[in-house]
């Protein structure tokens, strides 16, 4: 992060706008892997249509350049196990009737294994120096990775939250980070599911009740929140922001 020093700003969100600062903002992008967005890998051996997933990646890009130039952290997750697949719960593999399983070989290498080309993540949101990735085992981002950790010590509190799929990876995180204590802001249009229902339906369960587990938003409403820092003209929201 390139300043400790408060960056307010609004966010136009469901069921409510939220205001943050950004300098105790993350950027979350979960599990962008061509595992899971490329034919050949995890996501169709399950049996789906990995191209549903592309249309996250433009906003999703949007934002992750705008973090950028604000400075804010950008953390990137990736699902997937050790080469023994020893950190890989046996249901996990055995379960399904799957075309591959984890740790078979397909065109992109063993699927879901750490180092493999099917494990990294897509060209268009390849991290760069600065930003951890974080390689998880499960569904969940803080499921048996340093993840808090990394957020304590950045003085995270906010975090938005993009990636893959809406009502799986997306959703489980979601639910984690706020039993933990962090505001999360999903961006409907950077998230993706292979279901478009369940896609829909991921989001409104994280807004209903009032923000049951968080705040909704989207790619411009961000991008304009990034814009209102950049501007200057968070100050008039300063008061109560978090
Ligand atoms: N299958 C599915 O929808 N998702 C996953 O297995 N992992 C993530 O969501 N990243």
Redesign the pocket.
């Known amino acids: 992060m390139k300043t400790q020093q408060a960056l307010k700003t609004r966010i136009s969100a469901e069921p409510q706008p939220i205001e943050v600062d950004l300098s105790r903002t993350a950027l979350l992008i979960?599990?962008m892997q061509r595992d899971?967005l490329e034919p050949g890998g995890?996501?169709e051996t399950?049996g789906?249509d990995v191209s549903l997933l592309q249309a996250a990646v433009g906003p999703c890009k949007a934002v992750l350049e705008a973090a950028r130039r604000a400075g804010i952290l950008v953390i990137h997750t990736r699902?997937g196990h050790r080469p023994d697949l020893s950190d890989a719960p046996p249901y996990k593999i055995e379960r399904g009737a799957p075309s591959k399983r984890i740790g078979d070989v397909g065109p992109m290498g063993r699927i879901l294994v750490r180092g493999e080309p099917g494990h990294d993540i897509i060209p268009e949101l390849y991290p760069i120096a600065g930003e951890p990735v974080i390689d998880k085992p499960g569904?969940g981002a803080f499921c048996q990775t340093d993840l808090e950790l990394t957020l304590q010590n950045a003085g995270i509190s906010n975090i938005l939250v993009c990636?893959?799929?809406t009502?799986?990876?997306?959703n489980t995180t979601v639910r984690e980070a706020n039993d933990r204590g962090y505001r999360c802001v999903v961006l409907g249009d950077c998230c993706a599911?292979?279901f478009p229902e369940f896609h829909d339906m991921g989001l409104k369960m994280i807004k209903a009740q009032g923000g049951i587990f968080g705040w909704v938003s989207g790619s411009q409403e961000m991008l304009a929140a990034f814009a209102d820092a950049d501007a200057g003209l968070a100050p008039r929201f300063a008061q109560g922001s978090v």
């Open positions: 979960i599990d899971f995890f996501g399950l789906n699902e569904k990636g893959v799929t009502e799986v990876c997306v599911s292979y």
